[in-house]
């Protein structure tokens, strides 16, 4: 598995949204689009499928941002799913995606639930950019200043 230090060398997340809510998936995917290649599911089986396909393509992603709220099958089971699937193929606790948690719900038990479960960050909708970017900082999966040199040098 990458380390997090060749992860911020690249400047190239591998990133998968997923959302129900079309607007929510084509909001979140301009926002992270600058930071790298960003995939979508409308729901928690297509998340699924393209988090496994990802991992026997050997290309995992880096950050998944996962709505909660979601019909069939809600982010909080996706999550658990998720991470049991790296449990089982020997992906260590820090070693697997960053998984940022998407939700109208400002409910404390919710989000500490979601914690518990195996979430690195939570961000409430509607998702403001900056905040979302500060996340994804501190959790080093991206660096704004190196990026807005690389940017002004290439563009």
Same mark, same amino acid.
């Given at each position: =598995?990458?380390?997090?230090?060749?992860? $911020? %060398?690249?400047?190239?997340?591998?990133?998968l949204?997923?959302?129900?809510?079309? =607007?929510?998936?084509?909001?979140?995917?301009?926002?992270l689009?600058?930071?790298?290649?960003?995939?979508?599911a409308?729901?928690?089986?297509? #998340?699924?499928?393209?988090?496994?396909? #990802?991992?026997? /393509?050997?290309?995992?992603?880096d950050?998944?941002?996962? @709505?909660i709220? *979601?019909?069939?099958?809600?982010?909080?089971?996706? *999550?658990?799913? *998720?991470?049991?699937?790296?449990? @089982?193929?020997?992906?260590?606790g820090?070693?697997?995606?960053?998984?940022? =948690?998407?939700?109208? #719900?400002?409910?404390?038990?919710e989000?500490l639930?979601?914690?518990?479960?195996?979430?690195?960050?939570?961000?409430? /909708?509607?998702?403001?950019?900056e905040?979302?970017?500060s996340? *994804?900082?501190?959790?080093?999966?991206? %660096?704004? /200043? #190196?990026?807005?040199? $690389?940017?002004?040098?290439?563009?």
């Amino acid at each position: =598995m990458e380390s997090e230090a060749s992860r $911020q %060398d690249r400047h190239h997340l591998r990133i998968l949204i997923v959302d129900d809510d079309l =607007m929510g998936r084509r909001l979140l995917q301009k926002f992270l689009s600058p930071y790298g290649e960003c995939d979508t599911a409308a729901d928690g089986k297509e #998340a699924l499928l393209a988090f496994r396909l #990802a991992w026997e /393509k050997r290309r995992p992603y880096d950050l998944i941002c996962l @709505d909660i709220v *979601m019909p069939e099958m809600d982010g909080r089971t996706v *999550m658990r799913e *998720m991470r049991a699937w790296e449990e @089982d193929h020997g992906v260590k606790g820090g070693d697997g995606a960053k998984i940022i =948690m998407t939700t109208t #719900a400002e409910d404390t038990d919710e989000v500490l639930l979601s914690f518990n479960l195996g979430c690195e960050a939570y961000v409430f /909708k509607p998702i403001d950019r900056e905040r979302l970017l500060s996340k *994804m900082e501190g959790l080093s999966l991206i %660096d704004r /200043k #190196a990026h807005a040199g $690389q940017t002004n040098a290439t563009g």
